[in-house]
């Protein structure tokens, strides 16, 4: 389970893009019979996001579409993909032995420890610089994306690389 902000967060602002295919590979190495969910709250009345998102699906990803709540003035608050992903973590835990946490927000410190005592493995994914203390020490396997970080990524955003990757490639 990944939320789309902490996918994103290690190469944002800095003109690369995650190549989803060979991070897809990267994570389900070595497991069988797994679910990739990836969470967000992103408006989809955009072209452009609408596009990103189909591309997440096509690299095999499951899209969680959180909507934000719409108040009388028009103002919009932003969906909290958090509680929904710890939501979805604990209610399916007699569904899977592992989960893999592509996180380093420490709000999911307690849920990680929960299900260690219930008998799950927990797999955080994660860079150093992102990842929470009160996560780093919650009990569970830490993965840091910084050494495979260079293998994932495409070329520059706006480069031919970007737009030439396809699923499969």
């Given amino acids: 389970m990944a939320n789309l902000a902490h996918m994103l967060a290690p190469v944002r602002g800095q003109g690369y893009e995650l190549d989803y295919g060979a991070f897809r590979t990267w994570l389900t190495r070595g497991r069988q019979h797994v679910s990739l969910r990836v969470y967000t709250g992103l408006p989809v009345d955009k072209r452009e996001i609408r596009a990103f998102l189909r591309r997440l699906q096509l690299f095999g990803f499951e899209i969680v579409h959180l909507r934000g709540k719409t108040y009388k003035d028009g103002s919009v608050k932003r969906p ?43 797999q955080v994914v994660s860079t150093r610089e992102h990842l929470a203390r009160d996560l780093r020490e919650s009990g569970a396997d830490i993965t840091f994306l ?9 070329g520059r955003r706006r480069g031919l690389d970007a737009e030439s990757r396809t699923p499969g490639s």
Wanted: aromatic share 6%; proline share 6%; glycine share 6%.
């Fill in 146 to 154: 910084d050494k495979e970080l260079p293998r994932l990524l495409m």
């Fill in 80 to 122: 909290n993909a958090d509680t929904a992903m710890i939501t979805d973590l604990v209610r399916e835990a007699p569904t899977y032995d592992e989960a893999v946490l592509v996180s380093g927000d420490g709000d999911f410190e307690y849920p990680v420890r929960a299900l260690l005592a219930m008998g799950k493995r927990v």
